[in-house]
């Protein structure tokens, strides 16, 4: 049975904000307030083992005791879809509040945290049709294929990056299934009992600097050597894995696509526009209290605002 009082906080918002060190901050709150409290994450990348460098994930140190639920669940040469994520995120969260705790849930794929928050219903799949569409994805290209997308399903086509050849490839393959793609996302409206979303936000030029500072420092950590030996593990058969911002462009480099540096700017770039999307998504959603990334209250008034910390400040800052 589920306690009482054990809510959702969900922490979402762009890449390079500090979600995860706010999220276990609260945790670690949380535990000195004599509750339990775990990390639920939702970021699509963080699954993979392996892959660390690349996608900033918290070191152990960095966890600071709190446990983590999803990540390091898949090796790099595993397929991630939305639907598996779906199922293991949402009884991660149920088990977390059945032992009385507070889930954490954090992350900055906003398609998944949504489909783990809301009532997403997943159309039919089939490995086969699937594989067939990727093949012609690999022999034509993301904006061919798209083309042929716009043909038979225009609707779906406009709301797909003609450059986004998974998503692509998903259109086409349900299209084929079913007759039909349905492009819309359901109703903004939760699936889970008590929730409470905040997002992290910064300025845009502060964000940029961050971002590139970040790369940098990914580079200095390895993740040059990092990508090398994933490949070693089957990264490139991947199909999820490899295409993520930062290895798809070291993998060019190895291959000799690009040169170092090269690779290195294509990374910044494609993070930064990899935020603005996020932001489109988050912007969207009126159900997200927005935070100042960094503001050292955080940890308090998230507290505060999900019951969880009297509202005279006791155990806050």
Do not use: C
Request: charged share 30%.
């Amino acid at each position: 049975m589920v306690a009482v009082n054990t809510p959702a906080i969900v922490l979402v918002g762009p890449t390079a904000t500090g979600k995860s060190e706010l999220a276990v901050e609260i945790a670690v709150r949380l535990g000195e307030l004599g509750r339990l409290s775990e990390v639920v994450n939702t970021d699509s990348m963080l699954v993979y083992r392996g892959m660390d460098i690349g996608t900033a994930k918290p070191s152990v140190a960095e966890r600071r005791g709190v446990t983590h639920h999803l990540m390091d669940v898949l090796d790099v040469n595993q397929r991630a879809t939305v639907a598996q994520f779906q199922e293991l995120a949402r009884s991660a969260i149920a088990d977390i509040r059945d032992r009385g705790g507070v889930p954490v849930v954090v992350g900055g794929s906003a398609l998944y945290t949504r489909a783990i928050l809301d009532g997403f219903e997943f159309q039919a799949s089939d490995a086969q049709v699937r594989a067939r569409w990727e093949a012609e994805l690999d022999r034509v290209g993301p904006h061919e294929l798209h083309r042929r997308l716009a043909e038979i399903a225009p609707d779906s086509a406009a709301k797909i990056d003609p450059g986004n050849g998974r998503r692509t490839v998903r259109a086409l393959e349900v299209n084929e299934l079913t007759g039909g793609h349905r492009p819309s996302l359901p109703a903004w409206t939760y699936e889970l009992q008590d929730v409470h979303q905040f997002g992290l936000e910064q300025d845009r030029a502060v964000l940029d600097e961050r971002i590139n500072l970040r790369v940098e420092r990914m580079w200095e950590q390895g993740l040059v050597e990092e990508v090398r030996g994933l490949l070693d593990h089957g990264l490139r058969e991947g199909v999820t894995a490899v295409r993520a911002i930062g290895y798809r462009q070291v993998v060019d480099f190895l291959d000799g696509v690009t040169t170092e540096s090269e690779a290195k700017e294509l990374v910044k770039k494609a993070t930064r526009r990899f935020v603005r999307k996020q932001l489109g998504w988050y912007r969207r959603d009126p159900r997200i209290h927005w935070l100042e990334a960094g503001r050292p209250g955080n940890p308090a008034e998230v507290l505060t605002r999900v019951g969880l910390l009297p509202n005279d400040g006791s155990g806050g800052e």
